[in-house]
């Protein structure tokens, strides 16, 4: 058993974070397979915004927020033993955000008051970063079920991975803030207290009262959900510490990638929370930083306008002997190129070795992954890779 | 595609799904203008640092700062854009008492929609305005943020029923909504997601706001590096291994897979740009001809900074056929 087999085999929780763009989502359901291989157990897998291949691929099309299955016979069909059931679901924020208020309104009429309110929609995709905050309630909401045995968590894209570590936070301190005290002060007695006239005055005359009031009342409505929206993201912040939750985090072997995953990794260890695995997606073979490889690439080209070409021609028959020599120039020209990128990867990978005991490297692999096949093969990556 | 089109508008957004290399373009596009005799300012929009770090320029403030000859950067701070406009536009001088205030308004700027946005927003558009610079080149915010950002003044005038922001919308929605003044470009890679992106951002910069697309930039491109006789000697080079190995050494096998290798990851970027293309013309609210502006890849072993980017802005100068 490998030690990324081990930590699916022990969590309950896995948050997989990193960059934009390092393959998150994918590597998250191929994770789930690995997970489900290896485990009798059920797995799911909350995606946040899946390519529209692989989510059609995966059955996301028509199902959406509820979990679904992925039928035994796409695994069957391609020899792949699964021994537990996978599900996957896709994060919808719109229909979370109502879930919410529909949870934790006092009544039925606060409840239509705050979807009516026109304010709603804007704020609640911007405010707060409620993307983060709704992947962790989601993830508590089917952890809690007891549903499934294993959660995994396909992070939003952020501007900042950070972001999702701190939004339960974000939202406990939103309801305890000055402004929303402010805001939802009896508009009358709000411009007479001292404290904030200046601010009364430039804020009306900028935006309007209209404004300022038409915010107001959307927060008094919000306000009378402040205890269930507390306790609720007090609940979520505490499963950022679960021994049963256990972070992984993605990258590729690029600069700025390998930069935020060092970055996470160290804020992670400040919050006490699990760095599980790092894994390190798209690897470039190693050889190709080899410097035997490049004396190889090295020889040819010199070599190349004298009897190799000849001789190549000759061996591969009906091609010329330019042809030869010019394919064998470009490719040394060629690997130059990408050895150099593979030298740069070497350098990278030593850096997050030492971040976490468990560093997975997932091989380069042709094309775009967008069916179960491609995730199964990674997934046998993930499973192989020390 | 001529240069007139991009660098001669006044204000040109660029923006691109996050780590396509949004910022070196901006700032690439940015030192290209200026070293053509424009001159160029350049705006970070979400103060991440990245910009100072393409011009390794220490840290950029609100108050410009000048990189080179006729080239500028800054970033954008709303509490500096909100002091601004209360003194240009309120006549409040209010310096020694903002800070609280700011913070407070800061509060309400991130919950009320559009209002933290049009501070930016204002402050690109009163530069344009003013004609401080030729063009404002613009490291927007990433995909999913820049409908809300450019189409703030619609929010606000949706929204905000009096007021003097309310008022000011219209001369912003003038000048972001004239295409001869205001351009977008997106920066993509030829990858998956980066291309599905774009797609949907041209849609909804045509449907949700009213600025004009002026390019799509195509960003570390593989060229094509073998013609087709070549191809045809490296699919059979493997009958040859013995050939090779005794004049190369052992490890010629691994060249032949950085071949494979970045031959694969060519043809299928290809595809994905045939892709963006193909929608783009499927796209009845798209100028079919929207330029497709190609920056190859730069195999280096260098991090984001000043070599880099001077390195993208020489790649946009043949493309765009500037004259510097």
């Given at each position: 058993m490998t030690d990324l087999d081990n930590l699916l085999a022990s969590r309950e929780m896995i948050l997989v974070a990193g960059s934009g763009g390092v393959g998150k989502t994918t590597l998250a359901a191929a994770m789930g397979i690995a997970a489900a291989q290896r485990q009798k157990s059920r797995v799911l897998v909350l995606t946040v915004d899946p390519a529209r291949r692989l989510a059609t691929a995966l059955g996301l099309d028509e199902f959406g927020n509820t979990p679904v299955r992925i039928a035994p016979r796409h695994f069957k069909k391609l020899g792949v033993k699964v021994s537990g059931e996978l599900y996957v679901a896709m994060l919808d924020t719109r229909a979370g955000w109502d879930e919410l208020i529909t949870r934790h309104a006092p009544d039925a009429e606060i409840r239509e008051a705050v979807l009516a309110n026109p304010l709603y929609r804007n704020i609640t995709s911007r405010f707060v970063h409620s993307h983060e905050y709704l992947a962790m309630e989601r993830l508590h909401d089917l952890h809690a079920t007891g549903d499934f045995d294993l959660v995994i968590v396909d992070t939003p894209p952020s501007r900042n991975a950070l972001s999702i570590l701190d939004a339960p936070r974000r939202m406990i301190d939103f309801f305890g803030s000055r402004l929303l005290r402010w805001l939802t002060v009896p508009y009358r007695s709000r411009l007479f207290a001292v404290a904030s006239r200046p601010f009364n005055q430039i804020a009306d005359r900028v935006l309007g009262s209209r404004f300022l009031q038409d915010i107001a009342d959307f927060f008094i409505l919000f306000q009378s959900m402040e205890r269930g929206f507390v306790r609720r993201a007090r609940e979520v912040e505490s499963l950022l510490v679960d021994p049963r939750t256990a972070f992984v985090i993605v990258t590729t072997l690029e600069t700025a990638?390998?930069?935020?995953?060092?970055?996470?990794?160290?804020?992670?260890?400040?919050?006490?929370?699990?760095?599980?695995?790092?894994i390190a997606n798209r690897v470039l073979p190693a050889r190709l930083a080899d410097p035997a490889a490049?004396?190889?690439?090295?020889?040819?080209?010199?070599?190349?306008?004298?009897?190799?070409?000849?001789?190549?021609?000759?061996?591969?028959?009906?091609?010329?002997?330019?042809?030869?020599?010019?394919?064998?120039?470009?490719?040394?020209?060629?690997f130059d190129d990408v050895a150099l990128v593979a030298a740069r990867e070497a350098e990278r990978r030593a850096e997050l070795a030492s971040l976490s005991a468990t560093l997975v490297a997932v091989p380069w692999m042709p094309g775009d992954i967008h069916d179960v096949a491609g995730l199964a093969e990674l997934a046998k990556h993930l499973r192989s890779a020390a | 595609m001529s240069s007139a089109a991009l660098l001669d508008l006044d204000l040109l957004?660029?923006?691109?799904?996050?780590?396509?290399?949004?910022?070196?373009?901006?700032?690439?596009?940015?030192?290209?203008?200026a070293s053509s005799g424009r001159r160029t300012l350049v705006c970070e929009m979400d103060s991440k640092g990245a910009l100072a770090t393409a011009y390794d320029a220490g840290v950029l403030q609100f108050e410009p700062t000048e990189i080179v000859d006729d080239l500028w950067a800054m970033t954008m701070s709303t509490e500096d854009s909100l002091r601004e406009y209360l003194r240009l536009f309120v006549r409040m001088p209010l310096a020694g008492r903002l800070g609280p205030l700011a913070k407070t308004f800061d509060f309400v700027a991130d919950a009320a929609p559009g209002v933290k946005e049009i501070l930016g927003v204002g402050k690109l558009c009163y530069e344009v305005r003013e004609q401080h610079?030729?063009?404002?080149?613009?490291?927007?915010?990433?995909?999913?943020?820049?409908?809300?950002?450019?189409?703030?003044?619609?929010?606000?005038?949706?929204?905000?029923?009096?007021?003097?922001?309310?008022?000011?919308?219209?001369?912003?929605?003038?000048?972001?909504?004239?295409?001869?003044?205001?351009?977008?470009?997106?920066?993509?890679?030829?990858?998956?997601?980066?291309?599905?992106?774009?797609?949907?951002?041209?849609?909804?910069?045509?449907?949700?706001?009213?600025?004009?697309?002026?390019?799509?930039?195509?960003?570390?491109?593989?060229?094509?590096?073998?013609?087709?006789?070549?191809?045809?000697?490296?699919?059979?080079?493997?009958?040859?291994?013995?050939?090779?190995?005794?004049?190369?050494?052992?490890?010629?096998?691994?060249?032949?897979?950085a071949a494979r290798i970045t031959e694969d990851r060519r043809r299928t970027g290809a595809a994905h740009l045939d892709r963006l293309r193909a929608a783009i013309v499927a796209d009845a609210g798209l100028d079919p001809d929207l330029p497709m502006i190609t920056v190859p890849e730069l195999f280096t072993a260098r991090a984001p900074g000043p070599r880099i980017v001077s390195l993208l802005a020489d790649a946009l100068a043949e493309e765009l056929d500037v004259v510097r």
């Amino acid at each position: 058993m490998t030690d990324l087999d081990n930590l699916l085999a022990s969590r309950e929780m896995i948050l997989v974070a990193g960059s934009g763009g390092v393959g998150k989502t994918t590597l998250a359901a191929a994770m789930g397979i690995a997970a489900a291989q290896r485990q009798k157990s059920r797995v799911l897998v909350l995606t946040v915004d899946p390519a529209r291949r692989l989510a059609t691929a995966l059955g996301l099309d028509e199902f959406g927020n509820t979990p679904v299955r992925i039928a035994p016979r796409h695994f069957k069909k391609l020899g792949v033993k699964v021994s537990g059931e996978l599900y996957v679901a896709m994060l919808d924020t719109r229909a979370g955000w109502d879930e919410l208020i529909t949870r934790h309104a006092p009544d039925a009429e606060i409840r239509e008051a705050v979807l009516a309110n026109p304010l709603y929609r804007n704020i609640t995709s911007r405010f707060v970063h409620s993307h983060e905050y709704l992947a962790m309630e989601r993830l508590h909401d089917l952890h809690a079920t007891g549903d499934f045995d294993l959660v995994i968590v396909d992070t939003p894209p952020s501007r900042n991975a950070l972001s999702i570590l701190d939004a339960p936070r974000r939202m406990i301190d939103f309801f305890g803030s000055r402004l929303l005290r402010w805001l939802t002060v009896p508009y009358r007695s709000r411009l007479f207290a001292v404290a904030s006239r200046p601010f009364n005055q430039i804020a009306d005359r900028v935006l309007g009262s209209r404004f300022l009031q038409d915010i107001a009342d959307f927060f008094i409505l919000f306000q009378s959900m402040e205890r269930g929206f507390v306790r609720r993201a007090r609940e979520v912040e505490s499963l950022l510490v679960d021994p049963r939750t256990a972070f992984v985090i993605v990258t590729t072997l690029e600069t700025a990638p390998t930069h935020e995953a060092r970055h996470l990794a160290r804020e992670l260890d400040a919050r006490r929370m699990s760095l599980g695995a790092v894994i390190a997606n798209r690897v470039l073979p190693a050889r190709l930083a080899d410097p035997a490889a490049a004396a190889s690439a090295a020889a040819p080209a010199a070599a190349a306008r004298g009897q190799l070409a000849a001789d190549g021609a000759a061996r591969l028959g009906d091609v010329s002997r330019d042809d030869v020599a010019t394919t064998l120039r470009k490719l040394a020209a060629g690997f130059d190129d990408v050895a150099l990128v593979a030298a740069r990867e070497a350098e990278r990978r030593a850096e997050l070795a030492s971040l976490s005991a468990t560093l997975v490297a997932v091989p380069w692999m042709p094309g775009d992954i967008h069916d179960v096949a491609g995730l199964a093969e990674l997934a046998k990556h993930l499973r192989s890779a020390a | 595609m001529s240069s007139a089109a991009l660098l001669d508008l006044d204000l040109l957004w660029v923006t691109g799904k996050g780590g396509v290399g949004k910022t070196s373009i901006a700032a690439a596009i940015a030192e290209l203008a200026a070293s053509s005799g424009r001159r160029t300012l350049v705006c970070e929009m979400d103060s991440k640092g990245a910009l100072a770090t393409a011009y390794d320029a220490g840290v950029l403030q609100f108050e410009p700062t000048e990189i080179v000859d006729d080239l500028w950067a800054m970033t954008m701070s709303t509490e500096d854009s909100l002091r601004e406009y209360l003194r240009l536009f309120v006549r409040m001088p209010l310096a020694g008492r903002l800070g609280p205030l700011a913070k407070t308004f800061d509060f309400v700027a991130d919950a009320a929609p559009g209002v933290k946005e049009i501070l930016g927003v204002g402050k690109l558009c009163y530069e344009v305005r003013e004609q401080h610079y030729d063009l404002i080149v613009v490291d927007a915010e990433a995909s999913g943020h820049i409908v809300s950002q450019i189409g703030a003044p619609n929010v606000i005038a949706d929204l905000v029923q009096v007021g003097l922001v309310r008022d000011q919308t219209q001369w912003m929605r003038e000048i972001l909504e004239d295409p001869d003044r205001t351009g977008v470009v997106v920066v993509t890679t030829p990858e998956e997601m980066p291309v599905t992106e774009s797609i949907e951002l041209l849609g909804r910069l045509t449907s949700e706001t009213g600025a004009h697309p002026s390019a799509v930039i195509a960003n570390r491109v593989l060229p094509a590096r073998f013609n087709r006789r070549e191809h045809g000697v490296i699919e059979r080079l493997p009958t040859a291994l013995d050939l090779l190995t005794d004049a190369a050494g052992g490890a010629v096998e691994a060249v032949l897979d950085a071949a494979r290798i970045t031959e694969d990851r060519r043809r299928t970027g290809a595809a994905h740009l045939d892709r963006l293309r193909a929608a783009i013309v499927a796209d009845a609210g798209l100028d079919p001809d929207l330029p497709m502006i190609t920056v190859p890849e730069l195999f280096t072993a260098r991090a984001p900074g000043p070599r880099i980017v001077s390195l993208l802005a020489d790649a946009l100068a043949e493309e765009l056929d500037v004259v510097r």
